[in-house]
Structures are given as structure tokens and as C-alpha cells.
């Protein structure tokens, strides 16, 4: 502990970061000499008002109760969210936000420091250079910081634009919940967030995409112009106030994003804090928490550790977890509002929905217990259009693909057990298969079941060549349609320049050490360092392999499947045509991407055209390779329209595994949004997949018509019964179960409910 020897601490920035570090400093280390440098004037900041959550509060509450009292004394909370829309608003309520005046916890702020010692300097622009010689030198001067510019290699730092342009403007209209409003133009959308911050003013941000602002005319607009536009546009949501600027120190009012990112945030004695360090998009209101946050953080390290590098490592490990999640947040709300037209043929149940859980932080469950009315509302919507004629958890939504119905939208998604002696799927396969039918799924995929002996991934793999592989997948389907109410899909595939090799549990993707077949892709690219180096594809392979493809699909109807799916995903065959990393061909099926497609289309359309009519199809892609010349999700949409030309239902949207220089970016429903993309872009049904691991997430999916079906794989493997399981956790008795089963339902229903109170209990 450093307690009691002198400490010079200077922070560059007396905004909330640094005033707020300096009075937490000054509580935990009273001794700490502390001057803060602020070069405006107290009360000359720009901005309106400010908004924390609940759990800020506390934070700040617990970090001094006596700022907390001041802040609390001027709040303006407020509970709902209003999002209108189409002439309509919906509003969710339990939102639990409270705003101030920036002005005014700046003031707060300022005074408190004042009062505990600290010696704030107001007209005082610095530079790190003149303080060179405290023990401590605090970067709290904002998202432009000049002393993290005089330092950006050291710090590594990445600034990244984003696409809208954004006004930050007050109005006297008292807005009674926290309001979205979205109005269409000519030259594309606008939308306000507003928000109430003090008996008389509301904080109205205004934003647009940046081509819609040049289209307008506002980028040589003045302020006053811009400002006029803007009246017009929201009026009826302003009640006759005029918008008001603070901004007149700024060229234009109209800002952009820019989120800030430091690889560290420290070097010699100098550390970022707040905005210096790291931004967050203003749509989920937490630049100022987390500026407060930093500043406890880095104080109460600093009392904490004798040497301040010691202190900046603590603070740093103990923020960037938090700061990266909120950012990934933030990301998935910016590109929201970034894509309003994405969104703008939902209808206003569902835009808003789509809104409020933009973030994917905000599930269904939170939503419910926000606001259990709201919830039922949307969920009774969602039933009305299904045909069903009460709310029910979105999950167990029927749903029609051509005359295939199915029970609900939860999906076994295709996974490779490498179990199989010559492709014939055994015991093994009717069990797993009939298990997870069992186990309430409304659809239950086979794995990647290949067209020829070479067309496999591995010696394990499942095959669609021989008569033993008709009867060995008759009898499987047969099962699941005799005894449960499930539909089986059958995924049909060719390993491509990935194939040969060895199974799931051994070393994937890698050669076989012996007994390894040729290889054929779309160029002599190799998979892996070690792999094989696949044969360029003729036009007499391309011909050899849509027969096989053909007389796969023949059988795959003879066994009775209901729906099939071309895999042209993960670096398969089909897959490895489409990226451009691996199709290096000079021919019709290389170069552009209409020409990479070419091939795959051309199976597809061979399949389509023998698969029954009132049968679905669906085609797997990888809607990203994750590599910079890659597949974009930008291709994936005119991937997936091109695939509905040919006749695809159903876009089942996966991606990567394309090559080994992949920089996948994962976390919960990473996939999710490349799905919500394609089918709002397209209007195309489309099945998520990728870490959805609960019901609560299938459930706000399905619900914010991110995907029309969810495709869960590892949880599937881990519990056959995940959709019984959740029915009996929702309460939801209109799943079917096996009747045998039905005792094993109530009494299940009941220990976990008994657990949870139980729990409730301990908490
Ligand atoms: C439109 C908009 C809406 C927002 N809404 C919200 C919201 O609702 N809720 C929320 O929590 N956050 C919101 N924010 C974010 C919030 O404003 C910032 O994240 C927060 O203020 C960060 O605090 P800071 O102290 O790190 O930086 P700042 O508030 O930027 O403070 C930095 C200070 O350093 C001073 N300074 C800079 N250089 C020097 C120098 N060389 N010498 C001396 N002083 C210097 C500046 O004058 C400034 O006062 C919003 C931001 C915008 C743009
Ligand atoms: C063991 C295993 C085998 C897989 N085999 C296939 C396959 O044959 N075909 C396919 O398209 N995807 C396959 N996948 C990918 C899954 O279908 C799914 O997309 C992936 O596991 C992500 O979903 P999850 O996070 O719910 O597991 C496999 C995944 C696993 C774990």
C-alpha cells in the first residue's frame, strides 16, 4: 500500500472521467497530491444530457455515496421505451434508465472535487510534455486525445469510422419514455433518440447513414438549416419545440462515430482512462459509465499498488473484459441503427423487437421480466401469424417450408459422427438420429452424408452410393416418422480439397497416415500445409459429379427425407468453388463470383429439378471466410439470392472453415447476424447456427426475425432432449412428447422448478 507517501497525480481532462477518478482518488488515498487540467471553463461543455442504468448507480453509489446523493437529487428517470414507427409505437416498459444534464454532473462532479482537495484548473489546456515530472499522469482528455496521439504506435491504436452522421441536439419537448422515431425520406432513413434529462429538456440525437445525409443536402448545409430539416422531419414527435444546438464551437454539428481501441493503455507513467481509452457507441448510452467505472477502477488500483505500473496492470486487467463486452454490444447496436433499412420491411411488433434486443445482451427472458405484458403481446403476435391462437415461447412456433410442417423451430443441426464402416449408417445412427427426434426438435439434419466413396471427408464418414446406404437411412427415417413428430433433412456433400482425412477425435482435416484417395477441387490449392493437393476439376468430373449428386438425391426420396440440403459451406467441395481463396480457375467457374458460383448452382439446379416439388430445399454456406480477400457477408446475400433463383426455401447460414487464416470473431450467436442480414436484406427464410446454446436465445431469434429456424449442433450432442427440456422449463405442455415419456415430463418439470425457488431461496 502506498498510504500516506506523497503522490503527484495530474489528469489531462476534467471531463467525467477524470473529475470522478480524482474524487475516489482522493478517498482511498487522501494523502494523493491531485491536480486536474481542464482547458474550457466550468460550465462551457457542450452536450446534453446523460444516461445510466441501474447498475451504474449502485457503482457510483459504492464509490461515493456522497457524489451518488447529488446525482440522484437532480434525476429524471423513467421506465419505458417508446419505438415509433410506421405511425405506430409500441413500447416496452421496465427499462429502469435515469438522465442528468451533462452539465450538471459536470458540476456536481467539480464541486466534489473541490471540496475533498483536489485541485481542479479550469482554462488550462496541457500537455503531458509540461507534467512531466508527476508520478502519475492520467489521459482523461476524451475520444480525440492528444496525449494518447503523441504516443498512437505505443498505445497501438485503432480508430475505426462507421457509417451514419449524428447530431446531438436539446429540445424542451418532454419525452415520457426513452423515444426512437424513424421517418423515411426521399434519400433514405433518419431516426431520433430522445430521451428526457431535466424538468425542461430532453436530449434529441438526430442520425442518418452518411449517403443519406450528402443525398440530402446537409453535408453544405449550415447548422441552422440542418436544424430546420430536422424539425420538419420529426415534428410530430417535437410538440411545436424547436431542436436547439450547444455545438457552436463546431465547424458542423453533424459528428461520426469513431470507436477508439488501444492495444495498452499505459506506457511510462502516463494511462488512459475513458473515452481516451475506448469508446462506445452512444445508441447504448454507456460512454460516461464506463469513463465512471475506469475511474474507480484506476483509483483504487493506484491506492493499491506501490509502483504505478503495477497499479495500470490491475486497472487494465481488471476493465478490458468489461470495456470488450460492452463494446461488442455497442458494435451490434451501431450497426442496427447503421441498417435501419434492413429492418423496414418488418412490421412494427417486430422492428421493435429487433431494436430492443439489437445488442443480442437484451434476451427474451430480461425483456419478460422487464416488462411480462409487452412480451406476451409480441409473442401473441407471432402466434396470430403461425395460425396458433395464443402466445406461446417462440421457439415452438410451427412452421411450413413448402408441405413440410414442422412441430417448432428448433433444428439438429448436421454433425459428422464418423461412425460409419463403408458409409452405411448403423445402430449408432438410428439411436443418435432417433434420440434427438426423440427429443423434440422439429427438424433433425443428417450429417454431411457424401455422394461417392471419394467424396469423403474421412473413412468414417456417412454415404448416399450404395444400396446398404438406402436401406441403413430408410430404416432411420422410418423411425423418426413412426415415433415422433420430428422431419429428418438430409445434408448431401462432397469433402472437395478436404478431403481424406482423418476422424472428428483424431487430427481433423489433416491426411490420413495411410490409405489416402486423390483429391478434386476447383484449383491444385491445398486445403493445409499437409494436406494433399487436390486435382483441378474438367468438365467430365464437374458432369460425374451432379450424376452422383442426382442419384444421391433419388435416394434420399426413396428413404423418404423431407427436406435436402446442399452443404456449400466450410471449404467443401462446393464451398471451396466459391471462395476465392481456394478457386484460382481462369475458366466460366472462376474469377468473379457469379462465375464461382456457376458450378455449385448448376448442382443445385440438377437437384432441384429430381428433389419433388413439394419438397424443400436449403443450401449451407459460409457467409464469411473471416479473411480480409475472402467471402464478405456483403457476397453472402448475393450468394444466397442466387440460390434462391435456383429454387432454394432455405438459406442455412454458417460460416468459416474455409482456410486456415481465418480470424473468426466468436462469442454467444456469432452467426446470428450474418442470418439476420440475409433475410431481411433478401426477404429469404434462413436457419441461424453457431454458440446458441439456451432456449432464451432460440426464443428472441425466432422473435426478432433474425432467422426463421435455429440450428443448434454441440448442445444437441450434450442433451438429445434440449427441446423437451426447455418445454418443461417454460412451461410449455403443447410440445409433443413421447407418450411413454410423459411421467419423466411432470416429474422433470417439477425438480427444476423446485430448484429454482430453491435457489431463489439461497439469493
Ligand atoms: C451524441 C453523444 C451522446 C452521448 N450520450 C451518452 C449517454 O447518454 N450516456 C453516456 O454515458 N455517455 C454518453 N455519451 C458519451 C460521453 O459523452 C463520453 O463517453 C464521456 O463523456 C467520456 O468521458 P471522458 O471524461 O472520458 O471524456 P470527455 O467527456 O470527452 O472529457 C474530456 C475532457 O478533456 C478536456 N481536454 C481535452 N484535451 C485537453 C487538454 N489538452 N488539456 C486540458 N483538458 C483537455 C476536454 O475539454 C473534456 O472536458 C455520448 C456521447 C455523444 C457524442
Ligand atoms: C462434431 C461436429 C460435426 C459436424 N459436422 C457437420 C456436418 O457434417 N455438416 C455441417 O454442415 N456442419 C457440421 N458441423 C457444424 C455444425 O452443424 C454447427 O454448424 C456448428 O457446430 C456450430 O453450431 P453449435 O455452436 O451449435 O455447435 C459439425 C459440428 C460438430 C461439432
Redesign the pocket.
Known amino acids: 500500500m502506498r498510504v500516506n507517501a506523497p503522490m503527484k497525480v495530474v489528469s489531462?481532462?476534467?471531463?467525467?472521467?477524470?473529475l470522478f477518478f480524482s474524487i475516489v482518488l482522493k478517498r482511498v488515498h487522501p494523502a494523493a497530491e491531485i491536480v486536474v487540467?481542464?482547458?474550457?471553463a466550468p460550465d462551457d461543455?457542450f452536450?446534453w444530457?446523460?444516461?445510466?442504468s441501474d447498475q451504474t448507480l449502485g457503482n457510483i453509489a459504492a464509490a461515493d455515496p456522497e457524489t451518488f446523493a447529488r446525482i440522484a437529487a437532480d434525476f429524471v428517470h423513467w421506465d419505458a421505451i417508446d419505438v415509433n414507427y410506421r405511425g405506430r409505437t409500441i413500447r416496452a416498459g421496465g427499462q429502469g434508465f435515469a438522465?442528468i444534464a451533462?452539465k450538471r454532473l459536470l458540476g456536481i462532479l467539480q464541486e466534489r472535487a473541490l471540496a475533498l482537495g483536489v485541485d481542479v484548473r479550469f482554462r488550462?489546456?496541457?500537455?503531458a510534455d509540461a507534467v512531466r515530472d508527476a508520478d502519475v499522469i492520467v489521459a482523461?482528455?476524451?475520444?480525440?486525445?492528444?496525449?494518447r496521439r503523441a504516443h498512437e504506435t505505443i498505445f497501438g491504436t485503432t480508430l475505426e469510422g462507421r457509417r451514419c452522421r449524428?447530431m446531438?441536439l436539446g429540445c424542451r419537448q418532454p419525452f415520457e419514455a426513452f423515444t426512437f422515431a424513424f421517418e423515411r425520406t426521399d434519400h433514405g432513413w433518419f431516426q431520433i433518440h430522445a430521451y428526457q434529462f431535466d424538468a425542461h429538456t430532453s436530449?434529441v440525437?438526430v442520425e442518418c447513414r452518411e449517403e443519406t445525409w450528402r443525398a440530402a443536402g446537409l453535408d453544405t448545409m449550415s447548422t441552422a438549416d440542418s436544424i430546420a430539416y430536422c424539425e420538419r422531419l420529426f415534428a410530430r414527435f417535437l410538440g411545436g419545440h424547436p431542436l436547439m444546438s450547444n455545438a457552436a464551437h463546431l465547424a458542423s454539428p453533424w459528428?461520426s462515430?469513431v470507436q477508439v481501441n488501444n492495444a495498452r493503455w499505459s506506457h511510462d507513467n502516463v494511462v488512459l482512462?475513458?473515452?481516451?481509452a475506448h469508446?462506445?457507441h452512444?445508441s447504448i448510452?454507456?460512454?460516461?459509465?464506463?469513463?465512471l467505472e475506469d475511474a474507480i477502477a484506476l483509483a483504487k488500483a493506484l491506492a493499491a499498488h506501490s509502483e504505478p505500473a503495477a497499479a495500470f496492470a490491475a486497472y487494465e486487467a481488471e476493465r478490458r473484459i468489461e470495456v470488450l463486452r460492452l463494446q461488442n454490444a455497442a458494435r451490434n447496436s451501431t450497426e442496427w441503427f447503421e441498417n435501419v433499412a434492413r429492418y423496414a420491411a418488418l412490421e412494427a411488433e417486430q422492428f421493435a423487437y429487433s431494436l430492443l434486443s439489437r445488442s443480442q445482451r437484451l434476451s427474451h427472458e430480461n425483456l419478460k421480466v422487464r416488462d411480462g405484458a409487452y412480451v406476451r403481446r409480441v409473442e401473441g403476435w407471432l402466434a396470430e401469424r403461425s395460425g396458433v391462437s395464443e402466445p406461446i415461447p417462440p421457439m415452438f412456433l410451427p412452421y411450413r417450408l413448402r408441405e413440410m410442417e414442422l412441430v417448432n423451430r428448433v433444428v439438429v443441426s448436421p454433425m459428422a459422427m464418423y461412425r460409419c464402416r463403408d458409409g452405411t449408417p448403423d445402430d449408432f445412427y438410428l439411436v443418435h438420429l432417433g434420440s434427438r427426434a426423440q427429443g423434440g426438435a422439429g427438424l433433425v439434419f443428417t450429417e454431411m452424408t457424401c455422394v461417392a466413396a471419394d467424396a469423403r471427408i474421412s473413412p468414417g464418414c456417412a454415404g448416399m452410393y450404395r444400396d446398404e446406404h438406402l436401406a441403413g437411412w430408410k430404416r432411420i427415417v422410418d423411425f423418426v416418422h413412426a415415433n415422433t413428430p420430428a422431419k429428418i433433412a438430409l445434408q448431401l456433400g462432397h469433402a472437395g480439397p478436404k478431403g481424406s482425412t482423418q476422424v472428428g477425435w483424431e487430427s481433423p482435416d489433416e491426411p490420413l497416415a495411410e490409405g489416402n484417395w486423390p483429391l478434386i477441387g476447383p484449383s491444385p490449392v491445398p486445403f493445409g500445409e499437409r494436406s494433399a493437393i487436390p486435382r483441378e476439376m474438367t468438365r467430365d468430373d464437374m458432369d460425374r459429379v451432379v450424376k452422383q449428386f442426382v442419384r444421391a438425391a433419388h435416394m434420399g426420396i426413396a428413404a423418404g427425407f423431407d427436406l435436402l440440403e446442399l452443404h456449400c459451406a466450410h471449404g467443401y467441395l462446393f464451398s471451396s468453388f466459391i471462395t476465392p481463396l481456394t478457386n484460382k480457375r481462369t475458366d466460366a467457374y472462376g474469377g468473379s463470383l457469379e462465375n464461382r458460383l456457376r458450378f455449385p448452382l448448376e448442382v443445385f439446379a440438377a437437384l432441384r429439378a429430381n428433389w419433388p416439388e413439394r419438397l424443400p430445399m436449403s443450401v449451407r454456406i459460409s457467409a464469411t471466410d473471416w479473411v480480409e480477400e475472402g467471402v464478405t457477408p456483403d457476397d453472402a446475400v448475393e450468394i444466397a439470392r442466387a440460390f434462391r433463383a435456383a429454387g432454394a426455401d432455405l438459406i442455412d447460414v454458417s460460416a468459416g472453415q474455409t482456410s486456415r487464416r481465418a480470424k473468426p470473431v466468436y462469442g454467444r450467436m456469432f452467426q446470428t447476424p450474418f442470418s439476420d442480414k440475409i433475410r431481411n436484406e433478401l426477404g429469404i427464410a434462413t436457419m441461424a447456427v453457431g454458440n446458441i446454446t439456451d432456449a432464451d436465445q432460440v426464443n428472441g431469434i425466432i422473435a426478432s426475425g433474425r432467422a426463421d429456424l435455429v440450428a443448434i449442433g454441440r448442445m444437441h450432442l450434450a442433451d438429445p432432449y434440449f427441446t423437451l427440456h426447455a418445454a418443461a422449463a417454460l412451461a410449455y405442455d403443447a410440445q409433443p412428447w413421447p407418450l411413454s415419456y410423459l411421467p419423466g415430463r411432470d416429474h422433470y418439470a417439477r425438480t427444476i422448478r423446485r430448484a429454482a425457488e430453491a435457489a431463489e431461496v439461497v439469493r
Not at 49 to 52: S, T, Y
Not at 124 to 127: A, Q, T, V
Not at 273 to 276: F, K, M, Q, V
Request: hydrophobic share 35%; no cysteine.
Open positions: 489531462i481532462g476534467g471531463g467525467p472521467a477524470g487540467h481542464e482547458r474550457n461543455t452536450g444530457g446523460v444516461v445510466f438522465g451533462r488550462s489546456p496541457i500537455d482523461a482528455d476524451g475520444a480525440n486525445s492528444a496525449t449524428y446531438w436530449t440525437i459528428l462515430f482512462l475513458g473515452d481516451a469508446t462506445a452512444f448510452g454507456s460512454g460516461t459509465k464506463l469513463a
